[in-house]
């Protein structure tokens, strides 16, 4: 144990150094490996991640979880601590400067190793980091890391030491991430009612309280904007596949021109949890710009056949086209509009049409979508922001309109107004 007087960290001046890396392999039984400032292989990480293959879980998974053990190796290394060392103390002092502290700035890697002066500076946002979009009303990024960011952190470190624990391997080893106070000595959802809905659980004590999230949609003039500003029919022929077909990014990326099925009106995907193949059906204007794209590009020697990748990039040499290149496609589209839409809000906005579709039952929705649970939709049953601010403005409009209307007539005075009143059920003013 270290003495306490070491853990007066000056976390107000703490910079997280830029060392290490999360190296991508390309091979199926290590995807992903810790990398520490020597350029060796973080073995602890590395036992982790084997784990997580043989539990099915996909290399997106171990990029994930990579990127928040990895930040947090940098502070152990920055503080000369191993990670089997770890105190409650450390933990606490990492997630304290994770709420407080500004996120580094990341270096671009053509330029990393210069000179601060031989840096380029970077054009300031048109908007102040965490200021709400005055298109669609979402916040831009911050530059504090977001509650979502430090929960899932959180939530990875404390069951990594977990499985380390599990492993019982003779190392005196303590979790620096504890469970709250209140859950020690319990199970989760110990004394629940099978009739009443699971509640979200605080299972950390550093997990930060997280706000649900609204799904966001696009608004149908906003879209039909956003898409006569795309610049080819690959890229009409994408968006008009997302917001039909309701799949996920990277699962439309991924798939091949024989799961692309003209005349079922079907794509196929592999979906991105259980890996299973399933057929979508989508609109027939994305078969149709398909098919342009799919002719201008086998004219330009793009490869052609039932397995190939059905998506290519547009300029020579041919690749097939990647999640970060497609999202780069669709913020351009973005900026024309001056909106921070993102790729999954595609998904979003092609759920919320189905469920506003009297003749669409939720079930298939939730096939479509992928969901386990029928109860996600509920989120998409709400009234979205663009809803609730049409009713509310329609309700003002209302109340002017009333205020400016002339007034009743009086009744004639032949007639007693009690008796019309009686008469005609009080609407005699």
Not at 7 to 17: A, G
Not at 110 to 120: D, E, I, N, Y
Not at 278 to 295: K, M, N, T
Request: hydrophobic share 35%.
């Amino acid at each position: 144990m270290r003495d306490a007087r070491t853990l007066e960290r000056d976390l107000k001046t703490f910079v997280l150094p830029e060392i290490g890396r999360l190296q991508s392999t390309g091979d199926v039984w290590e995807p992903y490996r810790l990398i520490d400032p020597k350029g060796r292989r973080v073995e602890p990480v590395a036992v982790y991640f084997k784990d997580l293959l043989a539990a099915h879980s996909p290399a997106t998974t171990l990029y994930s979880y990579g990127n928040d053990l990895l930040r947090w190796w940098r502070f152990l290394w920055a503080h000369g601590i191993e990670w089997d060392r770890a105190v409650r103390e450390d933990a606490r002092d990492f997630t304290l400067w994770m709420q407080l502290a500004d996120k580094p700035v990341r270096v671009h890697w053509r330029h990393r190793g210069k000179a601060l002066s031989a840096v380029p500076r970077r054009k300031p946002p048109a908007l102040a980091p965490g200021t709400p979009n005055p298109v669609t009303g979402k916040p831009t990024i911050g530059k504090k890391y977001a509650p979502s960011t430090r929960a899932h952190c959180e939530t990875v470190l404390r069951t990594f030491y977990d499985f380390h624990l599990g492993l019982n391997n003779g190392q005196l080893l303590v979790n620096p991430f504890p469970l709250d106070r209140n859950r020690r000595k319990g199970r989760p959802h110990a004394h629940h009612n099978p009739a009443d809905e699971f509640k979200h659980e605080r299972t950390g004590r550093y997990r930060p309280t997280v706000p649900e999230r609204i799904p966001r949609r696009i608004p149908d003039d906003k879209y039909t904007e956003a898409f006569a500003g795309l610049r080819s029919h690959r890229d009409r022929a994408l968006l008009a596949f997302w917001v039909s077909s309701a799949a996920r990014s990277e699962e439309l990326l991924t798939a091949t021109e024989r799961d692309a099925l003209p005349g079922q009106q079907l794509i196929g995907v592999i979906r991105k949890g259980t890996r299973d193949y399933q057929q979508l059906p989508a609109s027939p204007d994305a078969f149709v710009w398909l098919r342009l794209y799919q002719e201008e590009a086998w004219k330009k020697g793009v490869p052609r056949g039932r397995d190939q990748p059905l998506w290519w990039t547009l300029r020579h040499p041919w690749r097939p086209l990647q999640y970060d290149a497609a999202r780069m496609m669709f913020k351009r589209a973005n900026e024309l509009l001056g909106a921070n839409w993102t790729l999954h809000d595609l998904r979003h906005t092609a759920t919320y049409r189905m469920t506003e579709d009297p003749e669409m039952s939720l079930v298939y929705v939730q096939h479509i979508l992928g969901h386990k649970d029928q109860r996600t939709l509920q989120k998409y049953l709400r009234p979205s922001r663009d809803e609730v601010i049409s009713a509310g403005l329609a309700h003002h409009a209302r109340r002017e309109a009333k205020k400016l209307a002339p007034p009743p007539a009086p009744a004639a005075p032949a007639y007693n107004e009690d008796s019309l009143n009686t008469l005609f059920g009080g609407l005699v003013a």
